[in-house]
T-cell receptor
Framework: DAGITQSPRYKITETGRQVTLMCHQTWSHSYMFWYRQDLGHGLRLIYYSAAADITDKGEVPDGYVVSRSKTENFPLTLESATRSQTSVYFC?????????????FGPGTRLTVL | QKEVEQNSGPLSVPEGAIASLNCTYSDRGSQSFFWYRQYSGKSPELIMSIYSNGDKEDGRFTAQLNKASQYVSLLIRDSQPSDSATYLCAVNGNSGYALNFGKGTSLLVTP
């Protein structure tokens, strides 16, 4: 029972490079989310997806791109990484029943942009 | 801006005592409320959810919700050193399934 996994777990990259963070869930949850967590800001929503091919912006979407061609996968791409995108990134998923919204988190990816 | 406010702490309690964690939220339309526990270097783990006014108990944890006061709390009875973590309050508004998180309260349970 893998649940929700993220890869890589750690990534170091350079400013200007493109980076893709992967997220995979085995629960067939409809909703998937990407958050970043930074000291002093807590968890902030980057993008979320209600189903395959349906995505929407969260609080801090600039500089990020998402896609969801399959229900189980929700990759996050940093098109041109900046130092301000150094953070811990969490993927989460939810069954998405109205009024419920319990979200379950992956283990996270620690990204450092030099 | 929908806000979820928590005291950052640290909240220090002795082993065996009751720890009380508090959270206020600004969106009156919020419908679902959650408490997550996050150990250092780990991901948030859901420990309680509550949807209606009153108390909800699960083992040593009790969540309390007061929508009129826009206030949600978490009580941890018989606190253990293993409860030492950051506790995140999260609120689901009526505009979608996204959660708004507080910045968390750091709890330290001392032996």
């Amino acid at each position: 029972d893998a649940g929700i996994t993220q890869s890589p777990r750690y990534k170091i990259t350079e400013t200007g490079r493109q980076v893709t963070l992967m997220c995979h869930q085995t629960w067939s949850h409809s909703y998937m989310f990407w958050y970043r967590q930074d000291l002093g800001h807590g968890l902030r929503l980057i993008y979320y997806s209600a189903a395959a091919d349906i995505t929407d912006k969260g609080e801090v979407p600039d500089g990020y791109v998402v896609s969801r061609s399959k229900t189980e996968n929700f990759p996050l791409t940093l098109e041109s990484a900046t130092r301000s995108q150094t953070s811990v990134y969490f993927c989460a998923s939810s069954v998405g029943l109205a009024g419920v919204g319990e979200q379950f988190f992956g283990p996270g990816t620690r990204l450092t942009v030099l | 801006q929908k806000e979820v406010e928590q005291n950052s702490g640290p909240l220090s309690v002795p082993e065996g005592a009751i720890a009380s964690l508090n959270c206020t939220y600004s969106d009156r339309g919020s419908q679902s409320f959650f408490w997550y526990r996050q150990y250092s270097g780990k991901s948030p783990e859901l420990i309680m959810s509550i949807y209606s006014n009153g108390d909800k108990e699960d083992g040593r944890f009790t969540a309390q919700l007061n929508k009129a006061s826009q206030y949600v709390s978490l009580l941890i009875r018989d606190s253990q050193p293993s409860d030492s973590a950051t506790y995140l309050c999260a609120v689901n508004g009526n505009s979608g399934y996204a959660l708004n998180f507080g910045k968390g309260t750091s709890l330290l349970v001392t032996p």
